[in-house]
């Protein structure tokens, strides 16, 4: 296969770094730091007690590569805008876009959510630029499970959990499904095809879109914010409501606030992505991780105080620093 990774950062570079490993012929689109780190040294990865660089074609522009069998998304949400405008080059009538990517994605009620299906998201998609961009049809979903960072440009270290999960927007098991899970086997990735992709995203989101902000706010790591029973009790109340929004749209959560925090304890001391991005002054995702499912309950008539207060309080606190538009 052609494959096309779309952002080369800890998520694209890890799965880049596998696949091409794997003797997958891979190129990237990439710019700055990153297009340089890639073209000189190639892809590196640092991954338990294994280290290895891998030649991709790395390139700025996606018109250099032409259509591609895959192209994977790994960006933050912010820049999903922007390559909107860009990524027309690399999508054939039968490309395969997999979106690795945090929080609630554009195409998120494609032949999903009963009375909300076809609703299109505003906070993710203001005109919907993203969703004409990238035709439904070529969709896949995805959730990525395990702990990856940027050690520089184009130098990804792993630390933990090697986990993804695929699935068609519609719930079917189709036949590019079956080839992406064996693509990526073969890579050495732990792959596990969903029959329900959204509930899948709407799980992990449950589960970070409170400690990420609330770390952002802060500056603390998660096991102070589970420490403080002020702040708990209001990371679990913001938990309750999309909890009760998850459940509207057919995404149930089956675990309860206090059971997903005791597997977030577990993690230790740790840094949220959000407050990473904060502290290296880089655009934060709030509109995907706290204003769709805010969005998502007024539409279906749904009061939300506490999500209200903490995207209140988070988009204040990062729009005074630039970091939100």
């Keep these: 296969m052609k494959i096309c990774i779309y952002g080369v950062g800890a998520v694209g570079g890890y799965i880049g770094a596998r696949l091409a490993h794997a ?12 297009l ?14 294994e280290t290895f660089s891998v030649k991709i074609n790395a390139v700025e522009s996606p018109g250099a590569l032409g259509i591609q069998d895959l192209v994977v998304i790994a960006v933050k949400a912010t820049a999903m805008g922007a390559i909107a405008k860009q990524i027309a080059p690399l999508i054939g ?36 630029e993203i969703a004409a961009a990238i035709p439904a049809h070529n969709i896949v979903g995805s959730v990525v499970h395990g702990s990856f960072s940027l050690i520089e440009p184009g130098n990804v270290k792993h630390a933990f959990g090697n986990t993804l999960i695929i699935g068609e927007p519609d719930g079917t098991v189709s036949e590019r499904i079956t080839t992406i899970e064996k693509v990526l086997s073969q890579a050495g990735i732990d792959v596990v095809v969903s029959r329900n992709i959204q509930q899948d995203i709407w799980f992990k989101l449950w589960g970070n879109m409170t400690m990420n902000p609330v770390s952002a706010i802060t500056g603390a790591t998660c096991d102070k914010i589970l420490d ?15 909890a009760r929004i998850g459940k509207i749209i057919g995404c149930q959560v089956s675990q309860s606030g206090e059971e997903r925090n005791a597997v977030t304890r577990k993690l230790g001391a740790f840094k949220t992505s959000m407050l990473q991005d904060v502290e290296a002054a880089r655009p934060v995702e709030l509109d995907a991780l706290v204003g769709a499912v805010r969005e998502i309950g007024q539409k279906n008539g749904m ?10 309080f988070a988009r204040l606190f990062a729009s005074i620093r630039g970091l939100y538009p």
């Design 23 to 34: 003797g997958n012929e891979i190129s990237a689109i990439a710019k700055g730091a990153t």
């Design 36 to 49: 340089k780190a890639l073209q000189q040294h190639g892809l590196r990865l640092q991954s338990n007690n």
């Design 93 to 128: 009538p039968d490309t395969i876009v997999v979106t690795a990517m945090n929080g609630v994605p554009w195409w998120f009620f494609n032949d999903f959510g009963g009375d909300c299906s076809g609703m299109r998201l505003r906070s993710v998609d203001p005109d919907g």
């Design 228 to 242: 403080d029973p002020l702040v708990n009790k209001f990371c679990l109340s913001v938990m309750d409501e999309a």
């Design 303 to 312: 009061e939300t105080p506490n999500i209200d207060t903490l995207l209140g």
